[in-house]
C-alpha cells in the first residue's frame, strides 16, 4: 500500500482529490481559498492600524488557517513517509528549454541553484523568491482569490469573475515564463 | 476540537499537493510552456467533478455537519480587479513557481526558505491593503 502511494500520483488521482477537499471543506462549514490566509495572517500582526482591510474578525478564519497547518505537516508526511522512489518526470523539451536559460533540472522539485538560503541572497533567488512571493500575494488579494479560490472553487461555480481571473493568471504566467524570465535567469 | 477536522483536510491536502507534484516550480514552468497536459489534468478533472458536484450540492441543499446551510455566494462582477490582480498573480506564479496553497506544503517539505517567499506574499498583501483605494476595482 505505502509503496503505491509512495509512486507519484497521477493527475487524474489528484484533480479529483482536489474537488474531495473542496467538499470537505464546504461539508464542514469552510470554503476552499488559501490565499485569504495571507489577509487574516496581516490582520493578526496588527494590520488594521494601517488599513481598514485587514479590520475585520479573523477569528471567524481560523479553521482555514488551521488548513494550511495541516498542508504544511501534509508536505511534511508525503516527504519523510511517502517518498517517492523516482525522481520527477518533466518533459524533456522543458528540460532542454530551461537549460538553455541556465536552470538545470535535478529530479528533484525546485531548482537546487537558486531555492536555497545562500540563492537568496543571488539576484535570481531574490527575484524567484521575494519578488515572485510579493506578486502572488499582492496579486491574489487585487483579484479576490488565488489558483483553489479561482480556478477550481470558483469555475466549479461558474463564476464569470473566476473565468477573468484564471485568464489573467495565464496571461501573466505566459508573460513572465517567455518574456521576463530569459532575462532574468539568462 | 472543532479545528480537528480542518487539520486533517489540510494533511490530506498537503499530501495530494507534493505527491501531484503541484508544488514543483519545474511542473509550473512545464505548464506555462505547455509541454506537458499534467498541470492542465489536474486542474481540468478537478472541475470535471468540482462543476457538477457544485450543481449537485446547489440543487439538493445540503447542510454543513453543523447543521447550517451550504452557501454559494456569487462573485461580484467586474473585469479591472480580475484581469489586473489575475496578471499580477500569474506573473508571481510562474516566478515563485508556487501559488500559497503549495508554498504552505513545500514548507513541510523541508524548503525552509519558501518561509521568505510566504513572508514576501504576506507583505504583498498588505501593500495591496494600503494601496487597495488607487486600483481600478
Known amino acids: 500500500m505505502i509503496s503505491i502511494l509512495s509512486q507519484p500520483w497521477p493527475w487524474y488521482v489528484s484533480g479529483p482529490l482536489i474537488t474531495f477537499i473542496m467538499f470537505l471543506l464546504l461539508w464542514t462549514g469552510g470554503k476552499f481559498g488559501v490565499s ?66 541556465n536552470v538545470s533540472f535535478n529530479g528533484g522539485l525546485l531548482p537546487a541553484e537558486f531555492f536555497t538560503w545562500s540563492g537568496l541572497m543571488t539576484v535570481k533567488g531574490f527575484l524567484t523568491i521575494v519578488v515572485g512571493g510579493f506578486l502572488v500575494g499582492f496579486g491574489a488579494r487585487w483579484a479576490g482569490g488565488c489558483t483553489s479560490g479561482h480556478a477550481i472553487s470558483g469555475l466549479s461555480n461558474l463564476q464569470i469573475p473566476s473565468l477573468i481571473a484564471v485568464i489573467g493568471f495565464f496571461i501573466g504566467g505566459l508573460m513572465m515564463t517567455h518574456f521576463l524570465l530569459p532575462l532574468i535567469l539568462k | 476540537m472543532k479545528y480537528a477536522k480542518y487539520l486533517l483536510i489540510g494533511i490530506l491536502f498537503g499530501i495530494i499537493m507534493t505527491k501531484s507534484e503541484a508544488i514543483s516550480w519545474f511542473r509550473i514552468q512545464e505548464m506555462f510552456r505547455f509541454q506537458s497536459f499534467h498541470m492542465f489534468g ?96
Open chain 1, 36 to 101: 485569504s490566509n495571507l489577509r487574516s495572517l496581516c490582520a493578526i500582526g496588527g494590520g488594521g492600524k494601517y488599513s481598514d482591510f485587514f479590520r475585520f474578525n479573523w477569528k471567524n478564519n481560523v479553521w482555514n488557517l488551521v488548513f494550511v497547518l495541516g498542508a504544511v505537516l501534509g508536505g511534511f508526511i508525503a516527504s519523510n513517509y511517502l517518498q517517492s522512489p523516482v525522481l520527477l518526470t518533466l518533459s524533456d523539451a522543458t528540460v532542454s528549454d530551461l537549460q538553455e536559460l
Open chain 2, 42 to 137: 489536474i486542474i481540468g478533472s478537478a472541475l470535471m467533478f468540482g462543476v457538477p458536484m457544485v450543481i449537485f450540492m446547489k440543487r439538493k441543499h445540503l447542510n454543513t455537519i453543523g447543521g447550517n446551510p451550504i452557501l454559494f455566494e456569487d462573485k461580484k462582477i467586474s473585469v479591472s480587479r480580475y484581469l489586473y490582480g489575475g496578471i499580477l498573480f500569474g506573473l508571481g506564479w510562474a516566478l515563485s513557481g508556487a501559488c500559497p496553497g503549495p508554498m504552505f506544503t513545500l514548507v513541510g517539505n523541508g524548503f525552509s526558505v519558501i518561509l521568505v517567499s510566504l513572508g514576501s506574499a504576506i507583505l504583498g498583501t498588505f501593500v495591496y491593503g494600503l494601496v487597495r483605494d488607487k486600483l481600478p476595482h
